[in-house]
């Protein structure tokens, strides 16, 4: 065992006696899928009232040991972020604003009652694990590792009145292939007029596994409906347009030079996305102009029939941008265009993509190198 300091904190490396061979590794790696196969450490960060953040380190990637009585557990104190790491040509591993990731996951945390991290220990955590597992940041054509940070509450207790005073921060790794490794497809969608992922005043804007959880029995209800994804609606009127699924929607009104995008604004329900706000800046570079607005279901339906509404899609970490090609409720379906990826979703995604992996130039400093190959 032996530490290292990255960004002034020091971690103990503890490093596996089980790594993959570079066989099995590039074995794994030829056909990863998503959130299937991960790197051979991990990260963990301890919190406890008296103490506050200690015990960094990094460590063999492996089961936690938790007491059945757990608090998280039970009551669900548990919040993520999910963010990717690229390798670039001149062998530089970057992250695409990995700062704002950081600062949204100290957000769902003062929501969750828990502890806020550093941003400096939280870039460091990725800096550490990407110095040892670097050897999994896959050098295919639009694959990259997927990070996912999460915390924790570790008390041992089934007390329900106040929140627990001693947590675990985890950084994990994943390598991901393409999402659309078969060609951009545009997705068909849902509206939930049975269930409400989020209320005024609830946890909608926090990354909070809970969100997660109560999404699912709706999803199976869009499946069972022939969709591939559930819109969520707002829980007062069930008729203002919020979210797809974990992924945040735009709306492309006119085309060619006439083109702009709206997106649902932020009430406190929604997700504030990276990628969302990241658009909402990138566009205006290209001419495109961006604002946040809102729209109802019915308004999204007659725009789309005259033809005002033109293309609509759902941005995230995992895919990027995601077209959406119909929509059905029970008031009937409808189609968005032609039902195919449009002009204005292609270019926007074509640019985002490009900055990320460095085929395109990054006008508004979005990447930050945290490692290097060798």
């Known amino acids: 065992m032996n530490s290292t300091t990255t960004r002034g904190l020091a971690f103990d490396i503890r490093p596996s006696s089980a790594r993959r061979t570079p066989q099995e590794r590039a074995e794994l790696m030829a056909n990863p899928g998503f959130g299937k196969v991960f790197t051979d450490h991990m990260v963990t960060i301890r919190y406890s009232a008296e103490e506050g953040w200690h015990d960094a380190r990094l460590e063999p990637y492996g089961p936690l040991h938790l007491d059945p009585a757990t608090s998280a557990l039970h009551y669900a104190q548990e919040i993520f972020e999910g963010l990717k790491a690229y390798r670039h040509a001149d062998g530089s591993f970057v992250c695409f604003r990995p700062e704002v990731n950081a600062q949204r996951f100290n957000s769902s945390a003062r929501r969750m009652a828990m502890p806020e991290l550093p941003e400096e220990l939280f870039l460091g955590a990725i800096e550490t694990l990407l110095a040892h597992d670097g050897d999994w940041m896959p050098t295919q054509e639009g694959h990259s590792l997927y990070l996912r940070p999460l915390m924790f509450a570790t008390d041992v207790s089934l007390g329900v009145n106040s929140p627990s005073s001693t947590y675990l921060f985890v950084l994990i790794a994943s390598p991901a292939a393409s999402y659309f490794a078969g060609g951009v497809k545009p997705v068909s969608v849902w509206l939930s007029e049975d269930y409400t992922r989020a209320a005024p005043g609830g946890t909608g804007q926090a990354k909070f596994a809970g969100n997660y959880a109560a999404s699912f029995l709706a999803q199976a209800q869009a499946v069972d409906k022939g969709c591939d994804q559930v819109v969520w609606l707002d829980a007062v009127e069930h008729r203002w347009v919020e979210e797809m699924g974990g992924m945040n929607l735009f709306f492309v009104f006119g085309s060619g030079d006439d083109a702009r995008i709206m997106t649902p604004t932020l009430t406190g329900t929604l997700l504030p996305g990276v ?52 929509v059905a409720s029970t008031a009937g379906e409808f189609t968005i265009g032609d039902g195919q990826p449009g002009s204005v979703t292609m270019r926007l995604r074509e640019e985002l993509v490009g900055i990320q992996f460095g085929h395109r130039p990054d006008p508004l400093g979005w990447i930050r190198k945290v490692g290097s190959a060798g």
């Open 275 to 326: 990628t969302r706000d990241s658009l909402l800046r990138l566009a205006p570079e290209l001419g495109i102009p961006a604002e946040e607005g809102r729209i109802s279901t019915e308004e999204w339906r007659s725009a789309a029939m005259s033809g005002d509404l033109t293309e609509v899609f759902a941005c995230g970490t995992a895919a990027v941008i995601t077209p959406v090609g119909r």
